[in-house]
């Protein structure tokens, strides 16, 4: 009925559509996945916005002495969230200074330091200079 030629066609046919049934299960599985990502990222994206905001608006924020990755100067804000200014006027920077300032938020920035976000300062007002470094 068959021969060898035309049964290992057939096998290797067999395969072969096996193979793309199993590639669009694997896409249709991609595609729920990026779905159900795509609803956590509206989540974030709308945290991140509200920070964004609230990153425009006048915030008071505390100066900060890291002593990690050789030191360096971060933002604490009143709720405890803490900023990494790419920009700190290098008069306030002294731990304890209290600024008002209004930055940018620039999450695309990589630096080495592994601490809070990274900002840009756009305006700034010294509210308490605070103590020079003893170190």
Known sequence: MFDGFDM???YLTL???SYLLSAC????HAMENKKGNAKINRTELSHSDAMNNK?????ELT???IDLEGGFYGLVDTDGHRYLPLNLTKAYR????????KFERKPEVITIFQWGVPVSITEQVLIHQGKPATY
């Open 15 to 17: 395969v072969f559509f």
């Open 25 to 28: 299960q694997q896409q249709n």
């Open 94 to 101: 002294q731990d304890g200074t209290i600024i008002k300032a």
């Open 63 to 65: 100066v900060r002495y």
């Open 55 to 59: 990153a425009l608006q006048w915030q």
């Open 8 to 10: 290992a066609l057939r």
